[in-house]
């Protein structure tokens, strides 16, 4: 079946310019997660939703970060003012259910490029 | 606080011979481990991951790994390796009642022919 699809796949922007990148969970996902991929902090967690709860925001490294998840279902991520540590590749994870356990099936990642 | 070590940067075998990528964890409470590989441009891929049961788990292509409590490690292995075999490999460890994934820095696999 369908994975998890993240669009766009690559975005290059100016500074202090706003991006959004769109997730897509695997059909009947209930939980949703985005992580960053850079080279400096390697893989960390961003921000989580489950179902109709109020997500994690805890990862969220500033105020101009932003995420919401619509009809339980698609996610956007938002950053505004983009700086250039912002450059990394964002990654979005669905999971069957909320627990611990359950396997987090990750997309293909947005690489954004700050200028 | 969990954390996860991969003290290798890097690791290279030939085709054929064992592969191991060694992963060490802490954590409190039980750890749950994870494996993910992730080959150029591309997303993590799902390998493996022990939850309980039995100490050795075994995952797609062939990988497996072994849950070891007295040593906090859970290093992924591979009897004969591929040249496909060669990406960049992550070890993870959520805490029960937890669900955020940490990860190790990563190890990246060379398999010469």
């Known amino acids: 079946g369908a994975g998890v699809s993240q669009s766009p796949s690559n975005k290059v922007t100016e500074k202090g310019k706003d991006v959004e990148l769109r997730c897509d969970p695997i059909?009947?996902?209930?939980?949703l997660y985005w992580y960053r991929q850079s080279l400096g902090q390697g893989l960390e967690f961003l921000i989580y939703?489950?179902?109709?709860?109020?997500?994690?925001k805890s990862g969220l490294p500033s105020d101009r970060f932003s995420a919401e998840r619509t009809g339980g279902s698609v996610s956007t991520l938002t950053i505004q003012r983009t700086q250039q540590e912002d450059s990394a590749v964002y990654l979005c994870?669905?999971?069957?259910?909320?627990?611990?356990?359950?396997?987090?099936?990750f997309g293909p990642g947005t690489r954004l490029l700050v200028l | 606080a969990q954390s996860v070590a991969q003290p290798e940067d890097q690791v290279n075998v030939a085709e054929g011979n064992p592969l191991t990528v060694k992963c060490t964890y802490s954590?409190?409470?039980?750890?749950?481990l994870f494996w993910y590989v992730q080959y150029p441009n591309r997303g993590l891929q799902f390998l493996l991951k022990?939850?309980?049961?039995?100490?050795l788990v075994k995952g797609s292509y062939g990988f497996e790994a072994e849950f070891n409590k007295s040593q906090t490690s859970f290093h992924l292995k591979k009897p004969s390796a591929l040249v496909s075999d060669s990406a960049l490999y992550f070890c993870?460890?959520?805490?029960?009642?937890?669900?955020?994934?940490?990860f190790g820095a990563g190890t990246t696999v060379t398999v010469r022919a």
């Open positions: 994870a669905s999971t069957s259910q909320s627990g611990w356990y359950e396997t987090q099936y």
């Open positions: 939703f489950q179902g109709n709860s109020a997500p994690d």
């Open positions: 954590v409190s409470g039980n750890p749950y």
């Open positions: 993870a460890v959520i805490r029960s009642n937890d669900y955020k994934l940490s």
């Open positions: 022990y939850i309980t049961g039995d100490n």
């Open positions: 059909s009947g996902h209930t939980a």
